[in-house]
Structure formats: structure tokens, C-alpha cells
């Protein structure tokens, strides 16, 4: 069973606190300057967005079959079992194709640094290893980011909409989109007005590139046999011709032209 | 010794000294101080010019080779050496290009080690790798000629054809490949060059520049290295373009369709005048040339459709790689100065180690030795500067 985070934006005061707890977990720096930024980078993992009284919070989503870890070309990044997209820089050579293929355009690039790593919200894995919630989760006064098993958060956020049909848009954020995510989101506005786009698939993106490389495999021996194959008609024919007299070679070099 | 200096080696100096520059900011001040890259767009002209086009534009290499040693058409021999020659220099370089791109180039050794197949980069950097070295040893017999290494040469040539077979199907797997890295970014990236077929795409334009590619290449080198042009083996490859370029286009027509994106084409956009800045130079030009048999007959045609062709796929992979991507980012990349004159010296070195293989090595058939009138990189540079826009 996977761990996932629920954020209710209806619950949401925009205290900012999941901001400094997550600053403070990942030993980020933090503040009065940095809070007024609303946009992830790579001091900031999470941060909450306001739109008039409407709040969204924007982190890694911890997708269930993430675009990062399956384009690694070294596995530094990886999904756990428990949830978290976790990443280990000392295998990173720093290529960002992780940057290029998140359909959340999360991952973020220490680009000043000569020895840059990515940097994203890796769910506070931890904690969440060690049975505990994530930082935002645990100091959100409110209880609108809540922290939990997936399935069983998923059945609440139908509740909530379910029991309170006019406070939200009936839509629960992060079920289907691209396979699915950790992160799960409710709202009362269009997700779109803070970035979410909602023109995802619902299948996992990987799947796209999985199809083609799967292919590979048989490829490669169909490939040597068929190649192989014309290499030594072409050049059977020759030997043939060769062996028929120069007359032969002369018609032939004529077919071929 | 004696040193004539021209305008073009003024030039050439002038390039690979702001290259050099750019170097420095580069790795002793980081990628954010030598590029325009930024979190909304992680990848730059290093990655779609230097790496996409390069791998591209040296794809006459295993296309060659392939006719010549798979399908035996021994008349195409003559061109093959130079073809190697492009086609090793061009992935070294590439390589080279990607040093500067990585963010921890140091740890380019990393996938040797760290695997995660289901990567489409980690394929595609076994493929370079191990191409990279079927290059090699390919182009190696023409460096053990040189120097009458005789017993290594017997080796080479025993092994040559598992050799050929070995790097067609590597260049097919990694041309394709190319394509697919960026089937994972279906939201990302605009829908004239999205399509589950970007790998076929790839693949089939990959062929089309290398045959292009060659006929520029002869044309060249006839010109200012003082040589025959081998005219009928260019009408021959022209012929092949024509075909490849058929296929390609009905492929492309007939996807744009499936997807219902064909409307789309006279609906006036950004994207929309890229892709017909694209399509009329890869497709509409080269194909209205080469199937008219008196154009398709004569040098100049020839050298004029196949210079199309590349300038037509040059655009067609900075569209998927840059172009057709920076709707989705939410904003316009253009490239710092240095992006500019990394890549601009990278190309500059590559056309002098041309210069000096063909000068040093038997590189063409009957191997003439040039004169100082015909300094081949200073003649030669501007063209290339020019493919690069």
C-alpha cells in the first residue's frame, strides 16, 4: 500500500506553515522574501499559491508511475513502495532529462552550482520510511494537507465531495492524471487557474517510450539475421556470376543498372 | 613554415577563440552562466543542435556502408572512406557537445555502471558508445594504410563485416531512438511533431540526410580538394533521396491526418510557420528537384536539393527538440551568445580535422596532395556556418 498526501484548498488559511516545515526538513533556507515567492525552484519545494481568497499548494506529485524515473538514464531518481519519488545525486551526470519529460515541469536545476543537482520535493521519504507523515502534512494546522494511504484518502476526498457537493468542483486532482499521483487535490476553483493542467492522459506516460523499447530485444538478433541474410545473397550473387564467366557479370551489372 | 593568412582562417581563429571563451564561462561558472536554460526549459541548442542534428547529419555513415559492404553496390566505394571519416569525426564531436551539456560531465561514465533500461537516453547512450567504437574501428583501416600496419589491418578487414552489420543495426537503433526520447512528452510538445511514429521519423529522415549529406559532401570536396566529381554515384544517391524522401513524405501526410492535426496547417501560428519552413525544405523543394530528370542530372540540382534536404531536417529536429516545445514552457528560448560559440567552434574544429584526415590520410581513392591555395577548413567553414541557422 502506497502513502499519498490529500490537500484541500476549501481548508487551506494560506499560513504557510507546510512552506517552513518543508524548508526546515529539507534544510532549505526561509524567509519573509522566499514565502512571498509562489513558485517552486530550487530553494522552494512546495510552495502555496493565491489566487483572491482561493489557495493551491504546488509540490512533486510523487506520480504513481513517474515520467522522471523511468527516463533516468542512471536511476537516480526512483519510486519507492511506500510513495516517494526520492533522488540520489552521486548517480546523476545531470543530463535533466527528468526536467524535459515531467508533464508537471517539477524538477528543478541548481544551475549556478558547478556540481548541480536537481532538486524537487522527494515526500519527505524519511519520515514516511519511518512510519511517520511528511513535514507540510504534520504542521498544517488545519488539516488541509493530510497525509495517509492512498485508496483510503481517495474514498475521503469522495466523501468530502460527496457530503459538500457546492464547495467543490467535482474533481478529485491526481486519480487518473498521467496513471495517477501521490499527490491528491481538491479545489473549489478550476485547477487550472493555478497551472494544473487537466488535458493530461490518464494512462502513465512511460508506457509510450516502453512500448517502443520493449521492442529492442527481438530487434537486435532479427536484425543480424536479416542483414546478415541480404550480405550474403548480394554477395553469393556475385560469386556466382564470378564463377559463370565475365559474360555473366556484364548482364548482370547491366540488371543492376 | 610557411602561413598564408586568408579572411576565412582570420574567421576560423575568430570562432574557436570565442568558443574557447565560452568554455571557460562554462565550466568555471556553470550552466547558468553560459546558456539561456532555465527550470521551464531544460534543454537547449547543445542538446537539439549539436547532439539531434549531429547525430543526424553523420548518418551517411552507416547508410553508406551499408550499400556498399550489405547490398554490394561496389559502385558506390569511392565515397565510402570520406563517409566514415564525417561519420566518426561527427560523433566524436557530438560527444564532446554533450560534455559541455551534462551538468556533472564528470559522471558521463555513470550508465556503464548504473543501468536503468527502461530509459530511452540510457539506449541511446549504449548505442552511441558502442557505435562511436564500430567507428573506429571502421575508419581505422585508413590510419593503418597510412602507416603500413599491415598484421592489425588483416584483423580489421576479417572482422569488418560482423563490424558493418553491427553498426547499421546500432545507427538504426539510436537514429530512431532519438525520436523516441521524446515520446514521453506528449503534453508538452506540440502536436504537428508529436506522433507515436517520431521514432520511424526519425529513422527514415535520418537516411535521407545521410545520403544528403554525401552529395554535399562529394560536391565539396570536388570542389576544393581539386577532384573528379563522381557524378553517376551522386545521381545514383540522388535517385535512392528521391525515393526515401517519397516515403517519408507520405508517411508524414498521411499521420497528420490520422492525428486530425491537418487543419491546423492553415491556421495561422508560430508553429505553423516553422512547420512549413520545415516541409517546404525537407519535402516540397528536394522532391520537385529530384523528380525533374534534368535537374536531378546535373551537379548544381543535386547540390541544391541535397542542401535542402539537410537545411529542412536541421529545422525539423530544432522544431521537436526547441521550437515545438516553447508554447507548452510558456516562453521564447533563443540561445546565449556562448551556446552559440560553443557550438560554432565545435563545428569550426570538426571541418579542420576533416581538412587535416584528408590532407594526412588516403581519404579519397586517388589520393592528390592539395596546395596551399586550397586550404580546405577556410573554404570550406562558411558553408557549414550557414547549415547551422
Avoid at chain 1, 512500448?211 to 541480404?230: A, E, T
Avoid at chain 2, 563485416?161 to 545507427?171: C, K, M, T, W
Wanted: net charge positive; glycine share 6%; aromatic share 10%.
Amino acid at each position: 500500500m502506497s502513502k499519498a498526501l490529500l490537500y484541500d484548498a476549501t481548508l487551506c488559511i494560506d499560513c504557510k506553515q507546510c512552506e517552513a516545515a518543508c524548508a526546515e526538513q529539507n534544510k532549505l533556507p526561509y524567509d519573509d522574501t522566499i514565502a512571498k515567492e509562489e513558485k517552486q525552484s530550487e530553494h522552494k519545494f512546495t510552495a502555496v499559491l493565491s489566487h483572491g481568497d482561493k489557495y493551491m499548494r504546488r509540490l512533486c506529485m510523487n506520480c504513481q508511475d513517474p515520467a522522471c524515473v523511468s527516463v533516468c538514464p542512471v536511476a537516480a531518481l526512483r519510486k519507492t513502495s511506500a510513495g516517494p519519488v526520492i533522488y540520489e545525486a552521486s548517480r546523476c551526470m545531470g543530463c535533466r532529462y527528468c526536467m524535459a519529460a515531467c508533464p508537471f515541469g517539477v524538477p528543478k536545476y541548481e544551475w549556478g552550482s558547478l556540481n548541480p543537482k536537481v532538486r524537487k520535493c522527494t515526500m519527505c521519504p524519511e519520515r514516511v520510511l519511518a512510519g511517520r507523515q511528511t513535514a507540510c502534512a504534520e504542521n498544517c494546522p488545519t488539516g488541509a494537507t493530510k497525509f495517509g494511504e492512498r485508496d483510503d484518502l481517495i474514498s475521503e476526498a469522495r466523501k468530502r465531495i460527496q457530503d459538500n457537493p457546492s464547495n467543490y468542483i467535482p474533481h478529485i486532482y491526481g486519480v487518473e492524471e498521467v496513471g495517477g499521483t501521490s499527490v491528491l487535490l481538491l479545489s473549489s476553483v478550476p485547477f487550472e487557474q493555478f497551472g494544473y493542467r487537466t488535458d493530461f492522459p490518464s494512462d502513465a506516460l512511460p508506457l509510450r517510450t516502453y512500448r517502443v523499447l520493449s521492442r529492442i530485444p527481438d530487434f537486435i538478433p532479427l536484425g543480424f539475421v536479416m542483414l546478415g541474410g541480404v550480405w550474403w545473397i548480394t554477395h553469393r550473387r556475385e560469386a556466382v556470376a564470378a564463377a559463370e564467366g565475365k559474360a555473366a557479370v556484364d548482364s548482370s551489372k547491366e540488371q543492376n543498372q | 613554415m610557411k602561413m598564408k593568412f586568408t579572411f576565412w582562417k582570420a574567421v576560423f581563429l575568430l570562432v574557436v577563440a570565442a568558443g574557447a571563451y565560452g568554455t571557460y564561462v562554462r565550466f568555471f561558472h556553470g550552466l547558468g552562466a553560459s546558456t539561456n536554460l532555465s527550470d521551464q526549459f531544460p534543454w537547449g541548442i547543445w542538446i537539439g543542435f549539436d547532439v539531434l542534428c549531429g547525430v543526424m547529419l553523420a548518418a551517411g555513415g552507416f547508410t553508406l556502408t551499408a550499400a556498399v559492404h550489405i547490398l554490394n553496390i561496389q559502385r558506390l566505394k569511392p565515397i565510402v572512406r570520406p563517409t566514415i571519416l564525417t561519420a566518426f569525426l561527427g560523433y566524436v564531436l557530438v560527444s564532446v557537445a554533450l560534455l559541455f551539456d551534462l551538468g556533472r560531465p564528470y559522471n558521463i561514465w555513470h550508465p556503464l555502471i548504473m543501468r536503468n533500461p527502461h530509459s530511452v537516453m540510457f539506449e541511446v547512450a549504449y548505442c552511441v558508445m558502442l557505435y562511436t567504437t564500430v567507428l573506429a574501428l571502421e575508419f581505422s583501416p585508413i590510419v593503418l594504410e597510412r602507416f603500413n600496419l599491415q598484421k592489425p589491418l588483416k584483423v580489421v578487414k576479417a572482422v569488418l563485416i560482423p563490424l558493418v552489420l553491427l553498426g547499421v543495426i546500432l545507427s538504426t537503433l539510436h537514429q530512431s531512438s532519438l525520436g523516441t526520447l521524446y515520446l514521453i512528452m506528449p503534453t508538452k510538445l506540440h502536436p504537428f511533431w508529436y506522433t507515436p511514429l517520431l521514432p520511424v521519423f526519425f529513422f527514415l529522415s535520418a537516411i535521407a540526410v545521410g545520403l544528403a549529406m554525401t552529395i554535399f559532401e562529394s560536391s565539396m570536396s570536388s570542389k576544393h580538394f581539386g577532384r573528379e566529381l563522381e557524378l553517376p554515384i551522386l545521381q545514383e544517391l540522388g535517385r535512392v533521396l528521391l525515393v526515401v524522401l517519397t516515403v517519408y513524405g507520405i508517411l508524414r501526410l498521411e499521420d497528420l491526418g490520422h492525428r486530425g492535426v491537418l487543419g491546423q496547417i492553415f491556421i495561422s501560428s508560430y508553429e505553423q510557420r516553422l512547420f512549413l519552413l520545415e516541409i517546404a525544405l525537407a519535402l516540397v523543394l528536394p522532391l520537385i528537384l529530384l523528380s525533374l530528370p534534368k535537374v536531378r542530372q546535373t551537379p548544381g540540382g543535386l547540390y541544391l536539393a541535397a542542401v535542402s534536404v539537410v537545411l529542412g531536417f536541421i529545422t525539423n529536429r530544432l522544431n521537436v527538440s526547441i521550437t515545438g516545445m516553447e508554447t507548452a514552457a510558456g516562453l521564447h528560448y533563443i540561445p546565449k551568445w556562448t551556446e552559440i560559440a560553443i557550438t560554432g567552434a565545435i563545428i569550426a574544429v570538426g571541418f579542420a580535422l576533416f581538412a587535416a584526415a584528408v590532407k594526412y590520410l588516403p581519404i579519397f581513392p586517388e589520393h592528390k596532395p592539395i596546395t596551399a591555395s586550397e586550404e580546405p577548413v577556410l573554404v570550406k567553414a562558411p558553408v557549414l556556418s550557414h547549415a547551422g541557422d
